[in-house]
Structures are given as structure tokens and as C-alpha cells.
């Protein structure tokens, strides 16, 4: 796997801002989370940001960083971890991502490659000359049944051979790729079999009824076992609770009729039988990590890409050595010889010490 860095400072816009429409899409996004969670949402409003500028720019991730109070290093991991964020300016009208695995290699998914490269870029990710098109290689795309297939934003353009692909890469060149229709590239409805229905061409001729399932017998009593007599029909009337009064009911005794408890929300449960973390505990301790990776606001310079790592102070704790770890013995500690051959080794016993040295 190839590292993922930032794109170079020279292209990087200055600032980022999300359309008025984006802000409210991602304002809603946000409080669809428990309270203390809303930093959960930062993989849909990145994904938002990359969709309005194209690829993930440095701004835009430090502008979700403030808006989820998040350290920025917290963000661009995220962003750096999963290829579906592009971070670095891909074609304009499409950025194409051919499948090649390997359905889809057996297929024909090395022609669609070399297309590429003779008509766009002949490397990944970089544009052609107008800047319109762009494209790389991914893993599947989950079309396999129609392999081979690439995969253009949102949609899926399958059964693809190189002629159906250099129109459909003529089309989207031209700003016209609304034109072509996602899905097989030939005749055929979805994963349905090529050229037709093959399979349950006749008629059903079983007729289908619906029987409901009978109970289970009752179980046979014991032998000896006296009958149960069944309880009389009508009991007394039970007074019944409205469900409201009965939901704000206080289960404990000091808690606040109608809340709901911390350890309740849904988003503080950890594994069955482990403790729950009160949302107070779980906010506090955020905020603390927060603090410490220096989340204030500001860019952390160490995570840029002219950082040398001179800047980190991991090389003087330990010189590299890792703690505790138990040092390789050289031949002057080795084990002591008698005539040659090591006394463990030769009984399989522990060596006595030789007479001489007694
Ligand atoms: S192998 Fe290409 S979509 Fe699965």
C-alpha cells in the first residue's frame, strides 16, 4: 500500500468553507449523533467535503476538525486512512476508478486500464490535459456478475468492453456524462443473465396456499402427575398505569422522574457486562484528550508535509530500544563448553560444573 500525504502546499487552496446548503446538510448530519458523539459524524461530513471541492483539501480538514471539535491530526487520520478520499485535485468531470480484481481482470479490466492511460494519464490520479479526467486502479467494487466494471462518483458502469468505454469516456470528456446510463453497458437488467431470462421460463404450475403453521401439541402429563385444573376465566380487574406515568416512573431512588439516565444512552454502552461510561465521564475525558494533543484551534505544523521528524522527541527516549526487551547474548556469554560440546546439550540435563572448578 503507497503512503497517502496531503497534496502538495502549492495547490492547496488557503481556506474552505461549506456552501450555505452543505452547512445546513451537515448541521443535521451532526445532531443525529448522541450528545458527546457528534465527532462520530466525521467520515459523512468529510466525504460532503470532498464532494463540494472534488478531493480532500488541508482546509477543508481542518475546517471539520473545528466544527466537530476535533485535534486536526484526529481528522486527517481519517482522511488519510481510507482511499475513497482523494487528497489531491483529480479530473473535473470524472475521476474514474476501474475495477482490477480479478473478475473483472479475466474480464477485460487491463484494456479498460490501458484506455486509461493512453487517453488520459498513463499515471493514477494525475489529469489529462484539459484536467477533465483522471482515473485509478481499486479493488472490487462488489459488480463482479458484471465484470468488467468502473465506477464514476456515485454510479456503477458495468459490462463495459473498450469501445462501449472510450464513448462513455468520450461523453464524460465532453461534460456529458449525465448521458450515459449507469449499470450494464449492454442487454441486460441488472445481474440478470446475458441476452435473457434462462431459468423459470414455464408457468408455475403448483398452486400456493397458505396454511398457518399449527401450535405444538401440548406436552402429555407426567404419569401420576396431578391435572392442573385451568384458572378461572374472569379475574379481578387489574388497575392499569398509563404508559407515560409508567415510563417516567423513578426506578431508583435521587433519580429525576422522566430522564433518561446516562448510563441509558445509547451511545455510552459499551460490551455486554462491561461497566457504561456516564456521558459526563465520556465528555470529560474528550475534552482532556483533546488538551493534550494540543487542539487549539491552530494547525499542528508537525503534521505537514515538509515535517522532517526531527520534531518529534521519539528518537531520544530510548535510543530506539524497545523496554524490556531481553538483549541477544554474544559468544563470551555462551554457554561454557566441556571438550567441545555443550554438557545441556549433551545430557539434556543441566551441566554440572566441571571437577577442576570445584
Ligand atoms: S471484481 Fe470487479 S467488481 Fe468485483
Not at 452547512?23 to 463540494?52: C, H, M, T
Not at 457504561?276 to 484528550?289: G, V, Y
Not at 505537514?304 to 538483549?327: H, L, N, V, W, Y
Request: glycine fraction near 8%; include cysteine; charge should be neutral.
Amino acid at each position: 500500500m503507497s503512503a497517502r500525504r496531503l497534496a502538495d502546499d502549492a495547490v492547496q487552496p488557503p481556506t474552505f468553507a461549506f456552501t450555505a446548503e452543505n452547512q445546513r446538510w451537515a448541521e443535521k448530519k451532526i445532531a443525529e449523533y448522541p450528545a458527546g458523539r457528534q465527532q462520530s459524524a466525521v467520515i459523512p461530513i468529510l466525504w460532503r467535503a470532498q464532494e463540494q471541492e472534488g478531493w480532500v483539501t488541508r482546509a477543508s480538514i481542518e475546517a471539520v476538525a473545528r466544527m466537530l471539535g476535533m485535534a486536526y491530526i484526529r481528522v486527517l487520520e481519517v482522511a488519510t486512512f481510507y482511499t475513497q478520499f482523494l487528497l489531491k485535485p483529480v479530473g473535473t468531470n470524472a475521476h474514474i476508478l476501474i475495477c482490477g480484481t480479478t473478475p473483472c481482470m479475466l474480464r477485460g479490466a487491463e484494456d479498460l486500464r490501458e484506455v486509461c492511460q493512453h487517453r488520459i494519464n498513463h499515471e493514477p490520479f494525475e489529469t489529462n490535459a484539459e484536467g477533465t479526467l483522471s482515473w485509478e486502479e481499486v479493488e472490487c467494487l462488489g459488480a463482479c456478475v458484471n465484470a468488467p466494471m468502473v465506477m464514476i462518483g456515485n454510479d456503477a458502469y458495468e459490462d463495459l468492453s473498450v469501445e462501449s468505454f472510450e464513448t462513455l469516456l468520450d461523453k464524460f470528456a465532453a461534460g456529458r456524462g449525465s448521458e450515459v446510463k449507469p449499470g450494464p453497458q449492454i442487454a441486460r437488467q441488472f445481474g440478470a443473465a446475458e441476452g435473457g431470462q434462462t431459468t423459470l421460463l414455464e408457468p408455475p404450475t403448483a398452486r400456493r396456499t397458505y396454511k398457518p403453521f399449527p401450535p405444538p401439541p401440548e406436552p402429555a402429563p407426567a404419569p401420576g402427575a396431578a391435572v392442573a385444573t385451568p384458572a378461572p376465566a374472569a379475574a379481578a380487574p387489574v388497575a392499569t398505569k398509563p404508559l407515560e406515568a409508567a415510563t417516567n416512573a423513578p426506578t431508583k431512588p435521587g433519580r429525576k422522574t422522566g430522564a433518561v439516565p446516562d448510563e441509558a444512552a445509547p451511545g455510552l454502552k459499551g460490551p455486554p457486562g462491561s461497566p457504561k461510561a456516564p456521558m459526563a465521564a465520556a465528555e470529560a475525558e474528550r475534552l482532556k484528550a483533546d488538551v493534550a494533543a494540543n487542539a487549539d484551534g491552530e494547525p499542528n505544523r508537525a503534521m505537514r508535509e515538509d515535517a522532517t521528524g526531527a520534531e518529534s522527541p521519539a528518537g531520544k527516549i530510548d535510543a530506539g530500544k524497545a523496554p524490556g526487551k531481553p538483549r541477544r547474548r554474544n559468544a563470551a556469554d555462551a554457554e561454557p563448553q566441556v571438550g567441545g560440546v555443550s554438557p545441556t546439550r549433551e545430557t539434556g540435563r543441566k551441566a554440572k560444573k566441571p571437577e577442576s572448578d570445584v
